[in-house]
């Protein structure tokens, strides 16, 4: 199972950016603040850009900012590409940013994430717990990951989102998100795009779910013993060796300390539930049938 020690390394922000920066060099530490462009070219055709930003203050009170975006540069002969690159930016950021150019978009949201820290941290001094900010410093040294990276297939364009946060209190919090773009339309696949979600076909997916997820429990590793609050589907998935991967964020299903939870489902076992004729189900159909020619 990947990436299954994500959320161990929640506060370990600087380790993460280094680590999770698959697809462009991984940038310098910096003390000051930093604005950084840079292209790489992705096969076969689709190019890429990164709009990086990194803050590392040293001193408490502090916001701590490590954003790294992937997204694919617009190229008039690929007319796609316009289209993903305002949706990932709208995915990753919010609504708010929709039809803003992304540079734009970028700095906008660092500058909201900073003007809301110094709110923060200004209402407290002049609160009654203004001695906190001495007396407990560690506490308000603020942290923030974006990083993200980019897998293209014949079908789908897949978005890897690894964030974490530190707002104070015992731990942070942080997971992996995936986000699924059909590369033809542009547009993101949220489950209900790819699967039949009548009552029955949910309630058949949450105990094909369910059934995996007690298997995990039940198996040696990170998810031994892991007592099971919730097994409905998430639109957080991905497609990988012919199955389809749904993945759960801290709490959604388990316990905190079990991290992030992925749910690989077979083919095979969701494939009457897939709706005909969509790129998550054309790759995974694509997948098994050339499996099946190689022997």
Not at 45 to 51: H, K, M, W
Not at 69 to 90: F, H
């Amino acid at each position: 199972m990947k990436k299954t020690a994500i959320i161990m390394a929640v506060l370990a922000v600087t380790g993460l950016m280094s680590s999770c920066n698959r697809c462009n060099k991984d940038p310098k530490p910096v003390e000051t603040d930093t604005v950084a462009e840079d292209t790489v070219v992705a096969e076969p055709e689709i190019q890429y850009d990164t709009l990086r930003y990194s803050q590392n203050p040293k001193k408490a009170p502090s916001l701590t900012l490590n954003y790294s975006i992937v997204l694919p540069i617009e190229d008039e002969a690929i007319p796609v590409t316009k289209v993903l690159r305002s949706n990932i930016i709208t995915d990753i950021l919010g609504e708010e940013y929709a039809k803003m150019e992304a540079n734009e978009a970028f700095k906008k949201y660092i500058k909201n994430e900073q003007d809301a820290f110094e709110n923060s941290i200004n209402d407290i001094r002049e609160g009654e717990d203004a001695e906190l900010l001495e007396e407990d410093a560690y506490m308000y040294k603020f942290d923030r990951l974006i990083s993200t990276t980019i897998k293209t297939t014949e079908n789908l364009m897949v978005v890897d989102e690894l964030f974490s946060s530190y707002d104070g209190g015992a731990h942070g919090y942080g997971g992996d998100v995936f986000y699924n773009y059909d590369l033809k339309s542009g547009k993101r696949l949220k489950l209900e795009d790819v699967m039949m979600l009548d009552k029955g076909a949910q309630s058949q997916l949450s105990e094909l779910l369910y059934k995996k997820l007690m298997e995990l429990s039940e198996s040696e590793g990170q998810y031994n013993g892991m007592e099971i609050w919730d097994s409905s589907a998430t639109d957080n998935y991905y497609i990988e060796n012919g199955e389809m991967v749904f993945v759960y964020l801290p709490y959604a299903v388990a316990a905190y300390c079990y991290g992030v939870v992925y749910v690989p489902l077979k083919y095979k076992d969701i494939e009457t539930l897939l709706i005909p004729g969509t790129a998550v189900e054309k790759e995974l159909s694509d997948y098994v049938m050339n499996l099946a020619e190689k022997k």
